[in-house]
């Protein structure tokens, strides 16, 4: 079966795996920046881009020792090409470029975003005789993340339409604001959950941008809301109410707009990805509305890594994409192109 290495540098962590037939994680190594970036309260691009040139080498090495292969092992590379950070996007592309050259490899560029919906269906090589079931289109995906909230109609490999989007702030951001204005430090999603755990989600009814009509998103009038709610309490903030209410609302809007696509497009399953998928209180919300079966990555492939992307440009390849070293980084990269008769389904 083909193994594949990937490489994915398209932020704050430098992440390389190795994977086999598109499902069987090998090796997969992450080596976070949250340290260096926490001062700033969010990720600093130069000191990103630095680290993953110092981090890179050890990662491939260390995957490819995990999965105990050498490079004549390797049948494909793959690499990040957006959408990103455009400095730490180089580093990474470029480097698994550079390997594929170097072993007259195929090579294939990856969407980060496609790359976070095939982290539903990864399974440790260790545990082969426990996979989980393959995807089943059409299917639709709710992607949340730091920069991204998109919903996506996947028909097959390599064919996906954009229902929705992110007009301003992404669920992910907007975690991290609100932590920063409640003083909870960053990254702001496992800092709103474990607040939220202590807190009363119905003390204080946040808003709801339902933008009738579509399937996009909005959170920047939220994250005002609860700036406007907190700033005349001083240091009486109570802070888990605030984050409970918050996360309350975010789950709400996300998981309605995502069932209710899901059953207008009549699909078989319905996934979730992404950094922010890995909120429980999301997760829970999805499950108890979705008229379909519902996928959820495991929570360790829920933010970046490598895995995903081999993982999808598995997919692609029986799809039938071929080498292409002329990819480029896309920073801007949408997750897929809009279509606006199926948009107009709702």
């Known amino acids: ?100 050259y170097a072993r007259d490899l195929p090579f294939l560029g990856v969407n980060h975003l496609e790359g976070h919906i095939y982290a539903n269906w990864l399974a440790e090589a260790s545990e082969e005789g426990i996979a989980p079931p393959a995807p089943e289109f059409p299917l639709l995906c709710l992607i949340v993340s730091g920069g991204h909230s998109d919903l996506v109609l996947m028909r097959g490999h390599g064919d996906l339409v954009r229902l929705g989007r992110t007009r301003d702030d992404a669920a992910g951001e907007a975690f991290d604001k609100v932590a920063r204005i409640l003083g909870l430090g960053f990254p702001g999603g496992p800092a709103i959950q474990k607040a939220a755990e202590r807190g009363d989600p119905s003390r204080f009814p946040l808003p709801r941008a339902w933008l009738p009509g579509t399937y996009d998103f909005s959170f920047s009038g939220l994250k005002t809301a609860v700036l406007r709610l907190v700033e005349p309490l001083g240091k009486d ?60 990555p495991a929570l360790k492939y829920c ?44």
């Open 1 to 100: 079966m083909m193994r594949m290495l990937a490489i994915e540098s398209s932020c704050d962590e430098t992440a390389a795996a190795i994977v086999r037939a598109g499902r069987w994680v090998e090796g997969n190594v992450v080596a976070s920046q949250i340290a260096l970036h926490a001062t700033y309260g969010g990720v600093v691009p130069e000191i990103a881009s630095r680290a993953h040139v110092q981090a890179l080498v050890p990662v491939v090495r260390q995957a490819m020792e995990q999965a105990e292969v050498g490079w004549d092992d390797i049948d494909l590379v793959a690499g990040t090409k957006g959408p990103g950070l455009a400095g730490s996007l180089l580093i990474g592309l470029n480097a698994a470029k550079a390997i594929a």
């Open 237 to 296: 903030v109570p802070v888990a109410d605030v984050a409970a209410s918050f996360q309350e609302s975010v789950a709400d809007v996300l998981s309605a707009k995502a069932t209710r696509a899901a059953a207008a497009f009549g699909v078989h399953q319905l996934a979730i990805a992404g950094g922010v998928a890995a909120n429980s209180a999301l997760r829970q919300m999805v499950v108890e509305r979705s008229p379909v079966s519902v996928r959820l």
């Open 303 to 346: 933010t970046d890594n490598a895995a995903m992307i081999a993982s999808a440009a598995f997919g692609r390849y029986i799809a039938g994409a071929r080498s292409d070293f002329a990819t480029d980084v896309s920073p801007n990269l949408p997750v897929a192109p809009a279509d606006r008769a199926l948009e107009a389904r709702r």
